[in-house]
């Protein structure tokens, strides 16, 4: 088959499709923007809707009144964007609303440079929301991964009614690259769990085989209440610390407990070794270069490059890491993912490489601080 | 059809709240309507209007402050057959000023209903965007300082086709709110009313001297004919029904030999206008109909028709890592922006590398051989010299043919833009250059 010469944005428009998105809303942001474009060009024409808020308050709350109307819905902005996303994305945690938010980094902090690439919003992501819940990140390395993953968004925020980020960077999103679609392997399209409309419905009752609660869309026969305050089951406001601290506790569980089946990464070199360089994104693309460099003389590196960064996959990052003898996390900013790392590999000496000027890091230095880390 | 009001949740106002007549009207305007609650959706903000939602057995939704319209939106655009009513409070229009701006614009079938009672009740009576100056609030002496909203001209100024002011007290409330909720298309009503719990315990305020208010403000039914068009979710579906959906992304297939194989990196420098980036793109698709892996990475400021336009690209037998380029084998110096802004890395260049320049562009001392273009006379504008340095690399077969040039061209272009484009680049590789003599 033919391959097509696509950038990272135009590859998330067409995977979000290929997942069933039927509602895009967004405001226009470099390096964002062609993502909107993209689904302007695909929504409309096949029924679904794609509007231009008037910011990205209204964006992100389209997004979530269309999926409590069990649409498939999806936004997409850059960093000052996600700032503005706040609020909303804590609506979406608590009240349990799917949809999927495509976060293309550019270098901040604030207005920073709409036209440089970073990965500074990784710690952002998780915890730019008020209560400390947590989200799934999901990190795309080239086009391919941003079709399969947006995919992936989208199947894990209907099955665990959450919001999902898809951290794409200007680096990807904005570099057209030679991929043939046709080749990947997408991942089968799952839509959420519903109730049986003909029984008693409650809007936050969890079955007994799961931890998030079955569906029913506002607007069908069953009323069905949504709501941002604090709720029981019912769907109506409580203060009863019991009710408070059971619904608390699923919403962490509900994720973290989960990570194991939706844990996405890719390995590369040997399987045990000197050094095993952590990292995500476009970054991985350099580290990659630079161990097949590092291997052919006769240093054995390897690269974990993490798809699934939040909730952080502990359990194989643990298991990876212990057939090497120092681990050496590589991100685009100054310092974040590397906590999580030293946090869960105490007794493991790890060192960092980060860079935040807009530019890639290389392979060069990659392969520098391996050797002389 | 029965009252929707949910006896197991009576409302919860203070006595003699003027909001508990905004939820009796309501629901007496659904009875008239017939409507049922599976048909209805209550978005409701936050403060005592944000109460709403729990008082219906209807499809609720209870989100953010400001924010309502926001869901109501999404909702009313997935389901076009619900009756989707939207309850703010004066703080609310306040905080989500632009979004009622917006929706007036846009007009979908909303119904938004204002419970206008001049400050913030929950949070201690603090002043919002419709206190009067001359009022007592929690705010001490912050709304002398600012004029109260008269939301209805506002809205009606932003082109809301349905505006209606009036008190809570009023006994055309149910023929009025039924009204606006038959309406196709935005519909705003300020209803005011009384806050006993807060702004009546320190401001005279009966329901008399609402209806004076009232009474002495300008008519405003002129909106509805000034302001009417279509409501924005037909128009939506009727636009989007004229449009083709969008072809799959184009596929290449392998049809041309590559001049070689390896790894070639290609920068061109140049300037916003010049098409660099579809150059850039051209290229890629070049190299792919010769079964080559490619990328593009593009560098320009935020500005549109002025700055630097810069179009880095490779073209590789092996996958491609990393996108950045180590040693390019191949720079197009086309425009002084472009080429101020890579210094650095012309400075470095290798002496393998071979660098194009159009005249007058000013280059730092380098090791890389070095080819000025005549671009006067080989008679090619400056939005052409992209494509002509890649005709003139295509007719010495370095890094491209002329057979993947063309192919590029007819992948990227149709029509006249094919036809010119084909005849520039036959026309230019055909010529000697000295550059690669």
């Known amino acids: ?373 | 059809m029965d009252s929707l009001l949910n006896t197991h949740r009576p409302p919860v106002f203070c006595p003699g709240c003027a909001h508990d007549k905004v939820v009796r009207g309501l629901d007496k305007a659904f009875v008239n309507l017939d409507l049922s609650g599976d048909r209805i959706a209550i978005v409701s903000d936050i403060g005592c209007s944000g109460l709403f939602d729990t008082f219906f057995n209807t499809h609720a939704l209870h989100g953010l402050h400001g924010r309502a319209l926001t869901y109501a939106t999404g909702i009313k655009m997935a389901r076009p057959d619900l009756k989707v009513v939207v309850t703010m409070g004066d703080g609310g229009l306040g905080i989500g000023g632009a979004h009622v701006l917006s929706a007036c614009r846009r007009n979908l079938d909303l119904t938004l209903l204002v419970l206008n009672n001049f400050n913030y009740g929950m949070t201690g009576g603090q002043c919002s965007s419709t206190t009067p100056p001359g009022a007592q609030v929690g705010s001490g002496f912050l709304n002398r300082l600012e004029r109260p909203l008269e939301i209805c001209e506002v809205a009606g100024g932003a082109g809301a086709p349905f505006v209606r002011r009036l008190s809570s007290y009023d006994p055309e409330l149910v023929a009025v709110i039924q009204e606006a909720l038959e309406f196709d298309g935005f519909s705003l009503l300020d209803i005011r009313g009384l806050c006993p719990g807060r702004y009546t315990k320190r401001n005279k305020q009966t329901p008399k001297d609402i209806q004076a208010e009232l009474d002495r403000l300008p008519d405003l039914s002129f909106y509805q004919q000034q302001n009417a068009r279509a409501e924005y979710g037909s128009h939506y579906r009727q636009e989007a029904g004229r449009l083709q959906a969008a072809e799959a992304p184009l596929q290449i297939e392998t049809s041309c030999t590559p001049p070689g194989s390896g790894r070639q990196e290609v920068v061109i420098l140049g300037s916003a206008g010049q098409r660099i980036v579809t150059a850039g793109e051209l290229l890629g698709l070049a190299g792919m109909s010769a079964g080559l892996h490619a990328t593009q990475k593009n560098d320009y400021p935020i500005t549109v028709m002025k700055g630097h336009s810069i179009s880095e690209c490779i073209l590789s037998s092996e996958a491609i890592g990393y996108t950045g380029l180590d040693a390019p084998s191949v720079v197009l110096a086309l425009g002084p922006e472009g080429a101020a802004k890579r210094k650095r890395m012309l400075k470095e260049l290798p002496s393998a590398s071979l660098v194009l320049k159009a005249a007058g562009i000013e280059l730092p001392e380098c090791k890389a051989r070095i080819a000025e273009l005549d671009f006067k006379a080989l008679q090619v504008k400056s939005q052409d010299f992209a494509l002509a340095s890649l005709a003139l690399l295509a007719g010495a077969n370095r890094v491209l043919n002329l057979d993947m040039l063309k192919a590029a061209l007819h992948f990227r272009f149709k029509g006249k833009a094919l036809e010119g484009s084909l005849a520039l680049v036959e026309r230019i590789a055909s010529q000697e250059s000295p550059a690669f003599s």
């Open chain 1, 1 to 373: 088959m033919g391959r097509s010469f696509l950038e990272g944005n135009e590859a998330i428009g067409w995977g979000a499709l290929a997942a069933g998105c039927n509602f895009f809303a967004g405001y226009p942001i470099t390096p964002a923007t062609t993502v909107f474009n993209t689904m302007l060009q695909l929504l409309p024409p096949r029924g679904g809707t794609c509007l231009q808020g008037e910011d990205e308050i209204a964006s992100i709350g389209f997004c979530l009144g269309a999926s409590m109307a069990g649409h498939k819905a999806m936004t997409a902005t850059s960093g000052p964007g996600i700032s503005l996303y706040s609020e909303q994305i804590s609506f979406a945690i608590g009240s349990e609303i799917p949809l999927v938010i495509v976060n293309v980094q550019r270098l901040g902090p604030s207005t920073g440079s709409a036209t440089k690439g970073a990965d500074g919003d990784i710690q952002f992501m998780r915890w730019g929301s008020s209560s400390g819940q947590p989200v799934i990140v999901l990190a795309p390395s080239d086009v391919a991964d941003c079709f399969l993953l947006t995919m992936r968004a989208f199947n894990l925020a209907e099955t665990y009614r959450c919001p999902v980020f898809v951290a794409a960077n200007k680096e990807i999103s904005m570099t057209r690259e030679s991929v043939d679609l046709n080749a990947l392997t997408p991942p089968r399209v799952i839509g959420r769990s519903t109730a049986d409309p003909d029984k008693d419905f409650l809007p936050f009752a969890v079955p007994e085989d799961s931890l998030t609660p079955d569906f029913l869309p506002i607007g069908g026969k069953t009323l069905v209440r949504q709501t941002s305050s604090t709720h029981g089951p019912d769907g109506y406001i409580t203060t009863e610390p019991e009710l408070i601290e059971k619904n608390q506790e699923r919403l962490q569980a509900k994720l973290e407990k989960e990570v194991a089946s939706f844990t996405y990464f890719q390995q590369t070199g040997p399987a045990q070794g000197s050094t095993l360089i952590l990292t995500y994104g476009v970054t991985a693309r350099a580290a990659r270069d630079a161990v097949s460099a590092l291997n052919q003389d006769g240093d054995r590196a390897a690269v974990l490059d993490l798809k699934t960064l939040w909730p952080v996959p502990e359990a194989l990052i643990i298991e990876r890491s212990k057939a090497f003898d120092r681990i050496l996390v590589v991100e685009m900013n100054l310092g974040q993912y590397v906590r999580e790392i030293q946090r869960i590999l105490p007794n493991k000496k790890v060192g960092f490489l980060g860079r935040m000027n807009g530019e890639l890091i290389q392979p060069q230095g990659i392969r520098e601080a391996v050797r002389h880390g």
